[in-house]
């Protein structure tokens, strides 16, 4: 087989490596290359970690940029508070062997997902919004009329509002890769749990919750990855300045209004690079962080 | 054994649990979708009714075909997503094929390389490819969002396509080998139609990112030429939040064809998943 002559290998791997590198990898490289730049009257030039200072030194940087990654935070927690214990609970009643309909409820619950955010931004904000009065009539009816606020356009409740509508867009997520995960325990396991007197919520908090505990793993860093560049949602529903007084300002949106420019503010492309370098740091970390702690530590329970 | 787990007052539970969630789940879709046919009397007086009667009307459709050039919007979502899934699947199970089936120097190290970009979002180098789409006169085309959309759709298709080249018999391979047949004419004539399935669920992953972004057409692709339908209705709803006829009409008519897409592909996405999940 060495006589063989070779250049096949070169010509099969060639144009997806030359497309990932020249779009993916090199740009990614170049905005971290860039984060270390800075443009003035005398041209481009070497300037070390000078943007990193203003970004965490200079109160004009440093309080959007802790106030959007303190709201990137906040977003991640509600999604794991609520997003993943949801969608367990929905596997969890989904994977019951003899449940009926339960291909309809799986197709129609994963609805939302396939959704795009623009879409999801603004229904929401129509059916929040008090001049249509949908939410609050509906409030009406279950006597909870009281409740009923701008949810949007408040600084204290906009952005666990955005958090739980992009909760409600991605929760089929979870829920199917649960679902599988609940779906591959194998029979003899949870007969044998039987035999030892675990049936119902205790066989499911017992055998089947530490056996899926990998699958909330995945489940974790991806809404991690996800949440901490998120932009589609905010951008739709609040626009570029994250209102109300950018209490919902995300990374994402942040970076996209520092590189790319919006209304009278210019576009600042090396202190982009420094807010996207930031980004890839707590990525990164995320990343990390789920590869080397957690996921040798859930491998005990696979089979 | 079974009647232990299973009791019919839990199963009435479970089906109240799934419809609650359900009805959450579909309620601003339906609000939208019924409303779109209203008149604008109708939508603030009767939000929750279907339109029947006098409520009934098409003016908020009307305006949107009137002002907004949806059916390019459309045409130019097809050709990047169509376009990008193609490349996707043609580049990835080529790389997949070469690392899976030869063994060469730097193949692992090739392997995550190629992996890298699972993890990493590729937005995190929106600055540099902007760049370089300028410098490359390559801003406002179609172009410049397939070449993206490839990059990122690449290391996960690599991915799952390895691991399922992996599962051809060695022995088909070979014995097209001892006839004679060139390693081009065995991955196409041979591999790809087996892997086929793995090919349908790494196109239905990728198409829903694809079709939905925001992000790289607002960057790279804003001009009214090259808007797609994702931007477009963005761009369009954004105009008019006071006409509340065209917005909801708008919002339809985006939301239409996803439904119609995930109808005819949620069952190959459903497996997708779920037999991704497994492995």
Redesign the interface.
């Known amino acids: 087989m060495a006589s063989r002559p070779?250049t096949?290998?070169v010509?099969?791997?060639a144009?997806?490596?030359i497309?990932?590198t020249?779009?993916?990898?090199?740009?990614?490289?170049?905005?971290l290359l860039?984060a270390l730049y800075t443009t003035d009257e005398a041209g481009r030039h070497f300037a070390g970690l000078k943007n990193f200072r203003t970004l965490l030194g200079d109160p004009n940087w440093s309080r959007p940029f802790w106030n959007a990654l303190g709201n990137n935070i906040w977003f991640f927690v509600v999604h794991m508070l609520v997003q993943n214990p949801l969608g367990v609970?929905?596997a969890a009643?989904?994977s019951?062997?003899?449940?009926r309909?339960a291909a309809l409820?799986?197709?129609?619950?994963?609805?939302?997902?396939?959704?795009?955010?623009?879409?999801?931004g603004?229904?929401?904000k129509?059916?929040l919004s008090p001049i249509?009065?949908?939410a609050p009539?509906m409030l009406d009816m279950v006597g909870l009329k009281s409740l009923f606020a701008p949810w949007l356009g408040k600084e204290e409740y906009a952005l666990t509002t955005l958090a739980l509508i992009s909760v409600?867009q991605f929760v089929g997520?979870p829920m199917?890769?649960i679902?599988?995960?609940l779906?591959?325990i194998p029979e003899e396991i949870l007969?044998a749990g039987?035999i030892d007197g675990l049936?119902?919520w205790q066989?499911f908090w017992k055998i089947k919750l530490p056996l899926i505990l990998p699958?909330i793993g995945?489940i974790s860093?991806l809404t991690f990855?996800g949440n901490f560049?998120a932009?589609?949602l905010i951008?739709?529903a609040q626009g570029a300045l994250a209102g109300p007084n950018f209490s919902t300002d995300l990374l994402?949106t942040f970076?996209?209004r520092t590189?790319?420019g919006f209304q009278l503010q210019l576009g600042d492309?090396h202190m982009?690079?420094a807010i996207?370098t930031a980004?890839?740091v707590i990525?990164?970390i995320g990343?990390c962080l789920y590869l080397f702690a957690i996921q040798t530590r859930m491998r005990r329970y696979q089979f | 054994m079974n009647r232990a787990r299973h009791n019919p007052l839990n199963s009435a539970a479970s089906h109240a649990v799934l419809i609650l969630y359900t009805i959450i789940a579909l309620f601003p879709v339906f609000v939208i979708l019924v409303n779109s046919f209203k008149t604008r009397r109708a939508i603030f007086s009767e939000p929750l009714t279907l339109p029947t009667g006098d409520a009934f009307s098409l003016i908020g459709y009307q305006t949107v075909m009137k002002q907004g050039d949806f059916f390019l919007y459309f045409q130019n979502s097809v050709i990047v997503t169509v376009a990008s899934l193609f490349f996707i699947l043609l580049f990835g199970a080529m790389a997949a094929f070469a690392l899976s089936e030869y063994r060469f120097r730097g193949n692992m190290l090739m392997g995550l390389y190629l992996a890298l970009g699972i993890m990493i979002p590729i937005r995190i180098g929106t600055v540099a490819i902007l760049q370089m789409m300028v410098a490359s006169g390559l801003v406002n085309t179609l172009t410049a969002l397939i070449l993206v959309y490839t990059a990122q759709g690449l290391p996960l298709a690599v991915f799952i396509l390895s691991e399922f080249m992996r599962q051809v018999s060695d022995d088909l391979k070979n014995a097209g080998r001892i006839d004679g047949m060139s390693e081009y004419s065995i991955f196409f004539k041979l591999v790809l139609p087996l892997v086929r399935p793995s090919m349908a669920t790494v196109a239905v992953f990728n198409m829903i990112p694809i079709w939905n972004d925001l992000w790289f057409p607002l960057i790279l692709a804003s001009g009214e030429k090259t808007k797609t339908l994702t931007l477009g209705s963005q761009v369009f709803i954004g105009q008019f939040v006071t006409d509340w006829n065209a917005v909801l009409s708008a919002l339809s008519l985006a939301i239409l064809p996803v439904l119609v897409l995930y109808t005819i592909f949620s069952r190959q996405l459903i497996r997708g998943i779920t037999s991704g999940a497994v492995k």
Do not use: C, K, Q
């Open positions: 070779r096949h290998i010509v099969f791997l144009p997806a490596v497309v990932y020249a779009v993916m990898i090199w740009p990614l490289f170049n905005t860039l609970l929905l009643i989904l019951h062997p003899r449940l309909f409820y799986r197709s129609a619950i994963f609805i939302p997902t396939v959704l795009s955010f623009v879409i999801v603004f229904a929401w129509l059916i249509w009065g949908i009539s409600w997520i199917m890769l679902y599988a995960a779906l591959s007969e039987e049936t119902g066989a699958s995945i860093i990855v560049n932009f589609d951008y739709s994402g970076l996209y590189f790319f492309p982009g690079s996207a980004m890839f990525i990164l990343v």
